[in-house]
């Protein structure tokens, strides 16, 4: 049993759990997941980056949105409640080191797994430069943590209500152009990682995406989380999460992701109906 340490909302729907995991904590790095368990031995099986930990607390802490069953009921927990199953540090650790000029993207909920890769870049040596987008402003989260790590910090939101009205892909095109990184790493929805890497191929950046794609078990047994990269097949949970951003095969990716979206949608308001949650508040 894992005990819920502290709790906050990001956004809405965007919550941060502090919790109770020594020995994740102790051995986890940054770009490495956790699957977690809730609801006895056939509970559904989530994975959620680890946004930070504390070795000297014993902590992990998770940011995660509501948008299944499970998120949803996560949600709900309060401090001192616990999880049942928390299993990780899982997936191959980011290549952290010395490029030089690195640039980080995260795009929504995909801030959060992106701020131990820029604390990373930085202890690294590296001068790291960091764009955040939203679809709107109470949608961004982690900005004053960014501020306080990176170089510099460029907000865009899709519909102007804070920062530059842009897609990150603009300023990004602009930092390829001017600013010449020497790695991006990019974090967020899987469409906005595909035309961001498509962004930086032009330039021949070394582009690192982070994969959260459908997943099970966790250790590669299921085949759930399979992806093409350079026309080979990969297991996201044990080859990645990370992968070079110009040899995914977004297409099909993408359509995988799409297997459950109409239950996904199905379960999202089922769970605002049956569990008293009005819609934007989890």
């Known amino acids: 049993m894992n005990t819920i ?17 020594k020995e994740i904590a102790e051995a ?7 699957i977690l368990q809730m609801g006895g031995d056939f509970g559904e099986r989530i994975p959620l980056t680890i946004a930070d930990a504390d070795p000297v607390k014993g902590s ?9 069953e499970t998120t949803h009921r996560l949600a709900l927990f309060e401090v001192g409640d616990t999880i049942e199953n928390l299993l990780g540090p899982l997936g ?7 490029y030089g000029k ?3 993207v995260g795009g929504g909920i995909g801030v959060a797994p992106l ?26 989260i982690m900005e004053e943590d960014m501020k306080a790590t990176a170089d ?4 865009v939101t899709d519909d102007g209500s804070y920062g530059r009205k842009a897609l990150v892909t603009e300023p990004l095109k602009e930092l390829c152009e001017q600013y010449k990184p020497d790695c991006v790493v990019i974090i967020g929805p899987p469409i906005m990682m595909k035309f961001a890497a498509l962004t930086t191929k032009p330039y021949g950046i070394h582009t690192i995406v982070s994969l959260n794609t459908i997943m099970i078990d966790g250790t590669g047994m299921c085949g759930g989380c399979r992806v093409t990269i350079g026309g080979k097949t990969k297991f996201v949970c044990v080859d990645g999460p990370e992968f070079d951003g110009h040899q995914v095969d977004w297409d099909n990716m993408l359509l995988r992701l799409g297997t459950y979206k109409s239950k996904e949608q199905e ?5 605002h109906i049956g569990m008293h949650i009005k819609e934007g508040e989890a």
């Open 267 to 271: 379960a999202h308001h089922r769970c």
């Open 28 to 34: 986890r790095k940054p770009g490495q997941f956790i």
């Open 60 to 68: 992990i802490t998770l940011i995660f949105q509501a948008v299944g």
């Open 5 to 21: 340490l502290s709790k906050q909302r990001l956004s809405a729907e965007v919550f941060r759990m502090e919790i109770e995991a």
């Open 152 to 155: 510099e910090v460029i907000v």
């Open 102 to 104: 690195v640039v980080c």
């Open 92 to 98: 191959k650790p980011t290549d952290i080191k010395k």
């Open 115 to 140: 701020f131990p890769i820029v604390q990373g870049m930085k202890r690294a040596g590296n001068e790291v430069k960091v764009i955040m987008g939203a679809r709107n402003k109470d949608l961004l």
